[in-house]
């Protein structure tokens, strides 16, 4: 069964994926980031804190850092 990545409460307006294609992060209105497991579709880590939606979000080469 396909399953979708739920979690965001607002809209996503920004998603990058990391260059090894193991996690995609994402970024809404709802001012938070999330990082996502692409296997298992897994919420990874929750960056919260932000004020006015998060517009752009992006993966270092590294995959360690976003």
């Known amino acids: ?3 979708p ?4 409460t607002k809209p996503v307006f920004a998603l990058a ?4 294609g193991q996690h995609i992060i994402s970024g809404a209105e709802d ?3 999330k990082v996502w497991s692409v296997a ?3 919420l990874v880590s929750t960056c919260i804190g932000h004020t006015s939606g998060v517009a ?3 993966a270092m080469p590294d995959g360690q850092r976003f």
């Not at 990545?5 to 965001?8: L, R, V």
């Not at 994926?17 to 090894?20: A, F, G, H």
Request: charged share 30%; no cysteine; glycine share 4%.
């Open 40 to 42: 298992d579709k897994r």
């Open 1 to 3: 069964m396909n399953r």
């Open 56 to 58: 752009a979000v992006a």
């Open 31 to 33: 001012d938070v980031v």
């Open 5 to 8: 990545f739920t979690g965001h």
């Open 17 to 20: 994926v990391t260059i090894d």
